[in-house]
């Protein structure tokens, strides 16, 4: 997915996030995790629920992972997925720097690959830490572009200035492929009895795995969402962009990412629920 980038003479846009997460109403311990980072070639911040900020000097990531496993193996490989991936950005700012067209896959396919062995040795070292395993979708903001990278059931979604909400990654589950393939509508796959059955995942006794990795080219005043399935529980496609869009009476001031959180959980909050909201803000000269 691509779209042409901003002229190169304008002003570097600025980059507005929030991000919340719930354990929802039912589990007793939440086992989503996110991570918002800003680095260049000499450091790495990591940033707050929200803010805002601008991207003429340095590059962004944004993460939300969802663990699964025994006891709080869940909790523990969702917090190793976003962890890791502080150990790709010196050497990905470069890249970012020289042009990322012919690096970011397989930079990112890596970045998958290495947190995929770290849960499976794990896995294999511990008791409690059998099959433990995680989804991961990841968004990388360089100038003009956001690289992604995805594997599981945790969702990218785009949602440009005008035009309606685009899902970017693809559910790694049968039920996903069916939806994907035309067979079953959003409805039958929200209740499909094997919807939350995965085919690919980091760890989780997966022998091998094979990342979705893509591109979008954003302008200003688009946005981007990334979530955990209790998010996708809880809304409908059409809920979360009415919801971007148009807050209801009294949530104008709340952030994009409190409003999904939140509107999810009072709607299922069957599952731990996490959202991370980025907007492109468009900066005058």
């Not at 109403?25 to 601008?54: C, I, Q, W």
């Not at 039958?188 to 919807?195: C, I, K, L, V, W």
């Not at 690919?200 to 969402?225: E, M, T």
């Not at 939140?262 to 909201?277: C, L, M, Q, Y």
Request: glycine fraction near 10%; hydrophobic fraction near 40%; aromatic fraction near 8%.
């Amino acid at each position: 997915m691509a779209f042409p980038p901003s002229a190169p003479s304008a002003p570097a846009p600025l980059l507005r996030w929030s991000a919340l997460t719930d354990r929802g109403r039912v589990r007793p311990n939440n086992e989503d995790a996110f991570l918002g980072m800003m680095f260049d070639g000499h450091e790495v911040h990591y940033l707050g629920k929200t803010g805002e900020t601008s991207m003429a000097t340095a590059d962004f990531v944004f993460a939300v992972s969802d663990g699964m496993g025994g006891a709080n193996a869940g909790e523990f490989a969702s917090r190793i997925a976003v962890a890791k991936i502080t150990h790709l950005l010196p050497k990905a700012f470069r890249l970012s720097a020289q042009g990322m067209a012919s690096g970011f896959q397989d930079l990112l396919s890596e970045l998958f690959a290495s947190i995929h062995h770290e849960l499976l040795k794990l896995g294999q070292a511990y008791e409690e830490c059998a099959g433990m395993g995680a989804t991961l979708s990841l968004c990388w903001f360089a100038p003009d572009w956001m690289y992604f990278a995805h594997i599981g059931d945790s969702r990218i979604y785009y949602l440009p200035k005008e035009g309606g909400l685009v899902q970017v990654t693809h559910d790694h589950s049968h039920v996903g492929w069916l939806r994907r393939e035309g067979q079953i509508n959003e409805r039958e796959a929200r209740t499909h009895p094997r919807r939350n059955a995965l085919q690919q995942a980091l760890g989780a006794d997966h022998q091998f795995i094979d990342p979705q990795v893509g591109a979008v080219g954003y302008r200003p005043g688009d946005r981007f969402v990334l979530c955990s399935d209790g998010v996708v529980d809880g809304l409908w496609d059409r809920n979360i962009e009415d919801t971007l869009r148009d807050p209801e009476a009294g949530q104008e001031s709340a952030t994009p990412a409190r409003r999904l959180v939140e509107k999810a959980v009072e709607n299922s909050g069957r599952d731990n629920t996490t959202a991370v909201v980025v907007e492109i803000v468009n900066r005058a000269p």
